[in-house]
């Protein structure tokens, strides 16, 4: 079977431009959450989606949105990109929301490099 | 929100010894996972532990949640190169938010 997707795998923005990062959820898994990591951190959670519906946002800024779609991928927007959104951005699923779905399976990442 | 605390931030062991990484919060934990990243790699999910004083083991690996569920420990019994990587806790706190400490980085010299 396979795992959760991301693409694209590198990405070099500059300053001021936005970003679209798309992932696809292994195949019956409803969530998906998006994390931002940077360098030497742990992942930081942004988003959380469950059905379509925003389940969960971190302490990220607005120029910070996602979607999911009917299929269950989703995108991640960034809008005037900021040297510090360099990062390595994870999308995780799980089959559902809450305590009983905890186990998040990682896809491979997208690196972001903003210049 | 609620913090966990990772320590050590590096650990460079020999081969064949033993190898533990913490987790501490200052409030109480509903849960915690643990977490393996290779380098290069992507977080793995490796174990969860929801109950006061749960012990759980995989093969040389043993998880442990506090008492209070205030603190975490993971512990590798004779390392292997294999096990190299960053070992994250965290947890899932309300909001279906998981926070993640800030990863024990293990080196394994063979």
């Known amino acids: 079977d396979a795992g959760v997707t991301q693409s694209p795998t590198h990405l070099i923005k500059t300053r001021g431009q936005h970003v679209t990062l798309r992932c696809s959820p292994i195949?019956?898994?409803?969530?998906v959450s998006w994390y931002q990591q940077v360098l030497g951190q742990g992942p930081q959670f942004i988003f959380q989606y469950y059905e379509k519906e925003e389940r969960g946002r971190g302490n990220f800024p607005d120029r910070f949105s996602a979607r999911q779609f009917p299929n269950y991928s989703s995108e991640l927007n960034v809008n005037a990109l900021l040297l510090g959104d360099s990062a390595l951005y994870l999308c995780?699923?799980?089959?559902?929301?809450?305590?009983?779905?905890?186990?998040?399976?990682f896809g491979p990442g997208t690196r972001l490099t903003v210049l | 929100g609620q913090q966990v605390m990772q320590i050590p931030q590096y650990q460079h062991v020999q081969e064949g010894e033993d190898f533990t990484t913490y987790c501490n919060s200052s409030?109480?934990?509903?849960?915690i996972q643990w977490y393996k990243q290779r380098p290069g790699g992507h977080p793995v999910f490796l174990i969860q532990l929801v109950k006061s004083g749960e012990v759980k083991k995989q093969k040389r690996l043993t998880f442990q949640f506090g008492e209070a569920k205030k603190n975490s420990s993971l512990h590798i019994t004779a390392t292997q190169t294999t096990d190299v990587g960053t070992y994250f806790c965290a947890s899932m706190e309300y909001g279906n938010k998981l926070v993640f400490g800030a990863g024990t980085i293990l080196r394994v010299k063979s």
């Open positions: 195949s019956g898994h409803k969530s």
């Open positions: 409030t109480t934990l509903s849960n």
């Open positions: 995780a699923s799980r089959p559902g929301s809450g305590f009983s779905y905890n186990e998040q399976f």
